[in-house]
């Protein structure tokens, strides 16, 4: 097997492998999480009977999932209702593979040094706004598809959400790239290395913008409105069973982990641990170093990343759902002025430090 089969087709092949399963296995243990904090909030019990303190509850829930009747409305656009749930999960999982998950090392697969991400570009940011963007369609089609009303109000509800969120979603991140002086996600994080200081402090406004559209770009509550039980039974997807229900909740929790990834990359310092420049803070990596230099950074985004998941958690269990008049006006008065606000006040900061 020549060396250019391997570094060009092999290796890229089981690092997609590898991140795809971590991240079906996260997003299956993510439902279980959220169940028992929930659960905790409500002062109830949680899933405990499959498995110690439930643990196999997810697995459980999949082997249902595969299991049930799978059906199709009579008078459903069947080819796209089928492949409706497919374009929204495949967005989800392809802007996974511009995430840097670590830095500073590599790993060896069959003897090859590899990175620990599977791509780096110079428009790595925009690249992930314009495909976190496209899962809206496969809930737009998924509920025009399905010919009941239900899923339709569902699904023009997205779109509206979509489009009323999708503007301080992007203007959110602009001071980040005017401060790091370029859109790759390996290099923000270096940025942030080199200035000492992580992206969240003086772009506090630009955080809150980014995680709250992000919150109704994923639709979470308090911004669940294409779903809303109370109004639409299900919403979107109320006439979906089995692999098809199962391709949805695939898609929203990813995308919220995505999400979570991006926060905690462009905010955070991604992979870098607290006080990355203090030598005497060197014990935080726990000795992992010595094992391989990327693995500290890896424990640091993964702790980063889950406890932004845990507010996305925290929300709903504390939050009411929002009237539909709500979330359009926070999203064209509030949401909207104050991203471009946030642009405007950064470049005059940035404009009166260089001088």
Not at 58 to 69: F, N, Q, R, S, Y
Request: aromatic share 14%; with cysteine; proline share 6%.
């Amino acid at each position: 097997m020549s060396d250019a089969l391997i570094r060009n087709f092999i290796i890229p092949l089981v690092q997609v492998l590898v991140v795809l399963g971590v991240a079906a296995g996260a997003v299956a243990y993510m439902t279980l999480v959220e169940r028992k904090i929930l659960a905790f909030m409500q002062l109830r019990l949680s899933p405990r009977r499959v498995g110690p303190h439930g643990l196999l509850q997810p697995i459980a829930d999949g082997i249902k999932l595969l299991l049930k009747e799978d059906i199709t409305p009579a008078r459903a656009d069947r080819a796209l209702f089928t492949l409706a749930p497919i374009i929204t999960v495949i967005p989800a999982f392809t802007a996974l593979a511009l995430i840097p998950f670590s830095g500073g090392g590599s790993f060896n697969i069959f003897g090859y040094p590899v990175s620990p991400w599977i791509a780096d570009v110079n428009v790595g940011v925009v690249f992930l706004l314009a495909i976190s963007s496209l899962g809206v369609y496969g809930i737009m089609l998924g509920g025009w598809a399905s010919n009941s009303k239900y899923p339709l109000l569902g699904s023009l509800r997205s779109a509206a959400q979509m489009v009323s969120y999708e503007v301080p979603f992007g203007f959110s991140i602009i001071g980040v790239l005017m401060l790091s002086g370029t859109a790759s996600m390996v290099g923000i994080v270096e940025a942030q290395q080199k200035a000492h200081l992580w992206y969240f402090v003086p772009q506090i406004l630009g955080l809150f913008i980014f995680f709250v559209s992000g919150v109704a770009e994923t639709n979470r509550l308090p911004f669940d409105l294409p779903e809303a039980e109370a109004e639409l039974v299900a919403g979107f997807h109320t006439e979906y069973s089995g692999m098809k229900f199962a391709l949805y909740m695939l898609a929203e929790y990813t995308s919220m982990i995505v999400v979570a990834c991006i926060v905690t990359t462009l905010f955070f310092g991604g992979w870098l641990r607290p006080f990355p420049s203090v030598s005497a803070l060197a014990w935080l990596n726990f000795g992992l170093d010595k094992l391989n230099p990327a693995l500290p950074g890896f424990f640091w985004f993964f702790l980063k990343t889950f406890l932004v998941l845990f507010v996305y958690l925290w929300l709903r269990g504390t939050f009411p759902r929002y009237r539909y008049d709500q979330l359009m006006k926070l999203g064209w008065y509030w949401m909207i002025p104050l991203a471009i606000a946030n642009v405007i006040l950064t470049g005059g900061v940035l404009l009166l430090l260089r001088r």
